[in-house]
C-alpha cells in the first residue's frame, strides 16, 4: 500500500501511520513538526521520528514537511507521491493540531473568536484541502481508502453538545465529510470511514496526568480514563480496514476504534479491547449524573 497520513507527527496519525507500516506499507508521514522547526503546538513529537518508528514496524516511512493550511504545499506533497509512486491508496485525514485553541463549556459570547476561527480551519479546512489535491491521484486505481480521524461518532456527537461550538463543528463536520468522501468516491470503487479513537493515551495526556505509559492506571482521573487506549488501538483498526477486500460495506460510516476491533478481532497493546464510547454512553454517563462529575468513576471493567 501507499499511504499518506495528513497529521502524522504524534496520537492517533502516528498510531496509524505506524500499524499501517507494521503491514507493509510505504506511508508518508505528512505534518508540520519536523526536528528543525517545531509548529505551534510547540511539542517535541516530529514527523521524521513517525516515519522511523513506521519503517522500524516493517514498512517505509517518509518524512515529509506539509502545513496543509496552505495548498501549494499540499500539491507538492501529491506531485512527490505521484512522481515516486505513481499512485495513492490510502489517505488518511487527521490533521488537528488545535488544543490550545478551545476552552471547555465556554458559550460563544465569552470564547475568544480569532482562536475558535483558527480551530476551525484547521480542523476542517486542511481537510478539504487534503482531498482537493490528493484525491485526483487515489482514484486513479479502484479500491482507495479514506480515513476520516474525529472525536466521536456522527451518533454520539448528533445528540450530545461536544464542550462550545467551535469544538461541536469541528468534530461533527469531520464525520460529515467522510460521508461526502463516500458519495464523490463510490464511482471509482472508493471507500471513506470517519474514525474515532477513544480516551487517547496519547503523548500530550500521558504528561498531562503526570504518567508514563507503564504506569498510566496511577493517574488521578474519572473512570473514562480506566477504559482509554493508546494511539495503536485505532491504529491497527485502521490497518485492518485497509486490507480487508470487503471494505465497502463500511464506506461512509462513523466508528469508533471499539466497533473496528470487534468487527476485525485485534486488541489493543496490552490484550484489551477498550470500549470507551460505550462506557461513556451507558455506565459513565449514568455514573456522572448519580456522582456530579463528568463520566463518572464506576462500572468500567466490563468495558475494557
Known sequence: MIVVVAGATRGTGRGMAVALGAAGATVYCAGRSTRERRSEMDRPETIEETAELVSAAGGTGIAVAADFLDPAQVADLAARVEREQGRLDVLVNDVWGADRLWKWETPVW????????????????????????????LIRREGGLVVEVTDGTWEFNRTRYRENVYYDLAKLSVNRLAFAWSHELRPYGGTAVAVTPGFLRSEAMLEGFGVTEENWREAKADGAWMVSETPAYAG???????????????????????????A?????????????????????????????????????????
Open 264 to 304: 476485525y478481532g485485534i486488541t489493543d497493546v496490552d490484550g484489551s479491547r477498550p470500549q470507551v464510547w460505550r462506557y461513556l454512553a451507558e455506565a459513565g454517563e449514568k455514573a456522572g449524573e448519580k456522582a456530579g462529575e463528568k463520566g463518572g468513576d464506576g462500572g468500567w471493567e466490563a468495558y475494557r
Open 236 to 262: 491497527r483498526g485502521v490497518a485492518a480496514l485497509a486490507q480487508d477486500p470487503g471494505r465497502k460495506r463500511w464506506s461512509g460510516a462513523s466508528v469508533t476504534s471499539g466497533e473496528l476491533a470487534e
Open 110 to 137: 465569552e470564547h475568544d473568536l480569532d482562536d475558535g476561527l483558527r480551530l476551525l480551519r484547521l480542523a476542517i479546512d486542511t481537510h478539504l484541502i487534503s482531498a482537493r489535491h490528493l484525491l485526483p491521484l
